[in-house]
C-alpha cells in the first residue's frame, strides 16, 4: 500500500507481524503493543528496526519508557469515523514528546490528512488518497485556532504578534 | 458583537473551499455517499425526507441587522423564501441543492456567517443565554467565554471524530435561559474572591436517554477553562463508548463511570497537562474578545419619553398586553428586551420567512442598537430597546404577524419539524401544535393560564424537548399510526427535570383535549395567579392531571 511521508511517495519496508505470528526472516517489524511490552527486551535487542501498532483502545502512555527507541508507532484506524487515533497522537506527540515516525494505517482518507497531521502524524499509509491530493489536504487550511502538535501558531497568538 | 478579523475569514474562506471541493469530488462519484456523510454534516449539510437541509450557524445566538438580511436573501434564492430557527440558535433552510451549498456558504461567509460544525459528531455550536448582556439578573456577559470557546472547539483536530455529537451551553444569569442541565457540557459563569470561573456541569442530555448533567467543578477559573474543557474532551473521545449510536453520548460515559469517577478521570487528564500543553490563551486575546462585546451606548431615556411609552400603553390595549407579555426586565434603565414571536397562531414554531427576516433586521437597526438574538425557544428577540421606541416597533412588527403575544405562554411552543421535513421522524409535529394553539388562541386566557411550556418533538430524539418541557408530547409510530405520549413535569431551568409519561399514548385529534383537561385541573388546583403550572404540578403530584387525563377514557 503506498506510503506518503514528507511530501513524497517512499518504499515501505515495514512488516506489520499481528497476533503471535513469528517474526524471523522480517527486518523492520511492528507489532501489537501487547506483544511489545510482553517482550520489550527481546525487541530491543534485535538487530533490526522495531515498532508498535496501536489500536484504538491501546494506552500510548504504556510507551513512555521505550519511546526513545522507537522509529516507528502506527495507529491504527479501523474505521475512519473512529476518532480515538487522534488523541493517541497529540498524547504521544505533545505529552510525550515522541520524536520517531508516527504513521496513520487502515481506513486512511483524504479528508482526515489535515486533522491527522495536526494532531501529530507525518506518514500515512493509503491506498485512497494520492499523493496530489494528500499535499493539497496539508494545505486546505492556512490557520488554526488552537495549537496542537504542528507548528501553526495559532491565531490567539498570530494576532498579539507571536505573543 | 464579535466581527471576524483576518484569521476567521481566511478560515472561512478556506472552508468554503474545502467544501466545494468535497461536493466536487462527491458529485463525480470519487467520494462515496457513506465517505462524504461526515464531511457534510460537519457543513451542517443533513439529507432530508425531500431535500438536502443546510444549517447555518448563529454562534450563541448572535446576529445583527445585515447578517439578518443575509439569511434572508439565502432563502430567497436558494429556498423557497423562508427559513426555521432552531433549539440551538440556529437557522436551517430545508429545500436547497447539494450544488448550490459552496455557493451559500461563500455568500454567508461574505457576511461573516458560516455551517461549520452545525452538525456531525464533533463539538457544536456553543449555545448562550439569548438576553446575555442584557437581562437584568446577569452576573456578567456570557458571550465572550462563548466565542472563546467558539473558536478554541473550530477545526479542533483531535475532536472531529468523537463518539458522537456535543453540545455546549453557557450561562451568566441567576435564572437560567441556556438549558445548561440538559447539555453535554453546561457552564455556570461565577465569581469567586474576584475570580471569574466556570461551575462545570458534565452528560447531560435528551433523545432516548435522558439524562440531567452532573456538576463534575465547582469552579474552574477562566485562566484554566479551555485546558479543562480539552481533559473532559480528551476523556469522552478515548473512553465514550463507540458500540452503540445511542449509548455514545457523554451522558452515557458520566452515567455507567458515576460521576464522581468521571470527573476524577478528567481530573487526572488536567492534572497530567505539563506546562508546554496548555493553551495559555493570552491577557490581551481575551481583553480584545470582551471588547467587542461592550454594551452599546444606551441612549439615555427622558422621563417625559417613559412618560410617552406609558401613555402608549393606556391608550392601546392590544400594545399593553404585548408589552406585559413579550418583554424582559433590562438591567439599563429605559430599555427593555423584545421577544419578537415567531408562533403566530397557526404557523410553524421557528419559521420566518425572508420578508419577515428583512423587517426584523430594519428594525433592529432602526430602534435596537442593530443586534438581534435567536432563542432556544425558537424565537427571535431583540435585545436592547429604548422604551420609547417599543410602540412604533410593535406595530411595525404587529404588522408582519411578528408581535402575538405569547412569550412563554401556552401556545410559545417549541416544535421540532416533524415527520413533514425531517427523516428520523415518526410522527408530525407542526400539525398537533397547530391544533393545540387553535383552541388556546385566545390571548387573555392565554395570561389567565399563565406560565407553560409545551415541547413537542416527533420522534424519541427529542429536538423538540418534549422531556423538558412542562407537559411534553412526544409522536411516537404505533403499528403504522402517529400517536403522542404525555409527560408532566419537565423543566429546563435552574430547576431542571426531566417530565414523567403520564399514561397511554393519544392520537392526534385527542390531543388538543387532553392538553385541555390538563390545563383546567391546574386552573382549578392552583393556589392563585401567582402558582404557575409547573409549581401547582409539583405540588400536588401527578395523580389529579392523570386522573383528569384518563378519565373520559
Given at each position: 500500500?503506498?506510503l ?9 519496508d515495514?512488516?506489520?507481524v ?23 527486551a527481546?525487541?530491543?535487542g ?10 484504538p483502545?491501546?494506552?500510548?502512555d ?72 494528500v ?29 | 458583537m ?8 481566511r ?27 461526515p ?28 447578517k439578518?438580511?443575509r ?33 451559500i ?23 448562550s ?22 473558536q ?88 465514550g ?106 404557523g ?52 408582519a ?37 387553535q ?36 409522536g ?19 430547576k ?58
Amino acid at each position: 500500500m503506498p506510503l506518503l511521508k514528507d511530501g513524497r511517495e517512499i518504499p515501505n519496508d515495514w512488516v506489520f507481524v499481528d497476533g503471535d505470528a513469528p517474526i524471523e526472516g522480517v527486518r523492520a517489524v511492528t507489532v501489537p503493543l501487547e506483544r511489545y511490552l510482553a517482550d520489550v527486551a527481546s525487541y530491543e535487542g534485535r538487530n533490526a528496526p522495531v515498532g508498535v501498532r496501536l489500536q484504538p483502545e491501546d494506552d500510548p502512555d504504556a510507551l513512555v519508557p521505550h519511546l526513545d527507541r522507537l522509529e516507528l508507532i502506527e495507529i491504527s484506524f479501523p474505521k475512519y469515523t473512529d476518532g480515538r487515533g487522534y488523541s493517541q497522537a497529540q498524547l504521544l506527540r505533545r505529552r510525550h514528546l515522541y520524536r520517531g515516525e508516527l504513521r496513520a494505517v487502515g481506513e486512511v482518507l483524504r479528508d482526515q490528512i489535515f486533522y491527522m497531521n495536526r494532531s501529530g502524524f507525518d506518514a500515512y499509509e493509503t491506498a485512497r488518497a494520492d499523493l496530489p491530493s494528500v499535499m493539497e489536504a496539508l494545505r486546505e487550511f492556512r490557520d488554526a485556532y488552537q495549537p496542537a502538535a504542528d507548528r501553526r501558531v495559532p491565531a490567539f497568538r498570530a494576532r498579539h504578534g507571536n505573543l | 458583537m464579535y466581527r471576524y478579523d483576518e484569521f476567521d475569514a481566511r478560515l472561512v474562506g478556506d472552508r468554503v473551499a474545502q467544501f466545494r471541493g468535497q461536493v466536487a469530488r462527491r458529485l463525480s462519484g470519487e467520494l462515496k455517499e457513506d465517505e462524504f456523510k461526515p464531511l457534510r454534516l460537519q457543513n451542517g449539510v443533513y439529507l432530508q425526507l425531500h431535500a438536502y437541509m443546510l444549517r447555518v450557524a448563529i454562534p450563541y445566538g448572535q446576529l445583527d441587522g445585515a447578517k439578518l438580511r443575509r439569511l434572508a436573501e439565502v432563502s430567497r434564492r436558494y429556498d423557497r423564501g423562508y427559513g426555521h430557527f432552531t433549539t440551538r440558535q440556529n437557522v436551517q433552510f430545508n429545500w436547497v441543492g447539494l450544488g448550490d451549498i459552496p455557493d451559500i456558504l461563500e455568500f454567508l461567509a461574505g457576511e461573516g456567517l458560516h455551517a461549520i460544525q452545525t452538525s456531525g459528531n464533533c463539538i457544536r455550536n456553543v449555545t448562550s443565554d439569548h438576553f446575555a448582556g442584557a437581562a437584568a439578573d446577569e452576573l456578567m456577559d456570557p458571550r465572550p467565554w462563548c466565542e472563546i470557546i467558539r473558536q478554541w472547539s473550530s477545526f479542533h483536530p483531535e475532536f472531529a471524530f468523537l463518539p458522537r455529537k456535543f453540545k455546549i451551553a453557557v450561562t451568566a444569569a441567576a435564572h437560567d435561559r441556556a438549558a445548561i442541565a440538559v447539555h453535554d457540557i453546561g457552564l455556570r459563569i461565577l465569581e469567586r474572591n474576584g475570580v471569574v470561573g466556570f461551575e462545570v456541569h458534565a452528560g447531560g442530555g435528551q433523545g432516548r436517554t435522558p439524562l440531567l448533567a452532573a456538576k463534575i467543578r465547582d469552579f474552574v477559573p477562566e485562566t484554566d477553562i479551555l485546558d479543562y474543557l480539552e481533559a473532559v474532551l480528551r476523556v469522552y473521545n478515548r473512553h465514550g463508548r463507540r458500540d452503540n449510536k445511542y449509548k455514545a453520548r457523554i451522558k452515557i460515559l458520566v452515567h455507567e463511570l458515576g460521576a464522581e469517577e468521571f470527573s476524577r478521570q478528567v481530573d487526572a487528564e488536567f492534572a497530567a497537562q505539563g506546562g508546554h500543553e496548555k493553551i495559555a490563551l493570552p491577557q490581551a486575546e481575551i481583553d480584545r474578545i470582551h471588547a467587542y462585546f461592550a454594551p452599546p451606548d444606551f441612549v439615555p431615556v427622558s422621563a417625559e419619553e417613559a412618560a410617552l411609552f406609558d401613555a402608549a400603553q393606556a391608550a392601546d390595549v392590544d400594545f399593553a398586553e404585548w408589552c406585559g407579555v413579550n418583554l424582559h426586565p433590562h438591567r439599563q434603565p429605559g430599555h427593555a428586551s423584545v421577544t419578537v414571536s415567531l408562533k403566530p397562531v397557526g404557523g410553524a414554531a421557528g419559521d420566518a420567512t425572508a420578508e419577515q427576516m428583512d423587517l426584523v433586521a430594519g428594525l433592529a437597526e432602526r430602534y435596537a442598537y442593530d443586534d438581534i438574538r435567536v432563542s432556544h425557544a425558537q424565537n427571535l428577540v431583540l435585545p436592547h430597546v429604548p422604551v420609547v421606541h417599543l410602540y412604533a416597533l410593535w406595530q411595525a412588527l404587529e404588522a408582519a404577524s411578528l408581535a402575538t403575544p405569547n412569550e412563554s405562554l401556552i401556545t410559545d411552543m417549541i416544535v421540532c419539524p416533524g415527520l413533514d421535513y425531517c427523516n428520523l421522524a415518526n410522527a408530525r409535529s407542526i400539525p398537533v401544535s397547530q391544533a393545540v394553539a387553535q383552541l388556546f388562541a385566545e390571548t387573555k386566557y392565554q395570561r389567565e393560564i399563565g406560565r407553560l411550556h409545551i415541547n413537542i418533538s416527533g420522534c424519541i430524539n427529542a429536538c423538540g424537548h418534549h422531556h423538558v418541557g412542562h407537559i411534553g408530547i412526544l409522536g411516537v409510530d404505533r403499528k403504522g399510526e402517529e400517536v403522542y405520549q404525555i409527560s408532566l413535569g419537565g423543566r429546563a431551568d435552574e430547576k431542571a427535570a426531566i417530565g414523567g409519561i403520564a399514561g397511554p399514548a393519544l392520537k392526534a385529534e385527542d390531543v388538543p383535549g387532553a392538553v385541555k383537561r390538563i390545563v383546567d385541573t391546574y386552573l382549578s388546583l392552583r393556589r392563585g395567579r401567582d402558582e404557575i403550572f409547573i409549581d401547582t404540578l409539583a405540588r400536588t403530584g401527578m395523580e389529579p392531571f392523570k386522573e383528569a387525563l384518563y378519565a373520559a377514557a
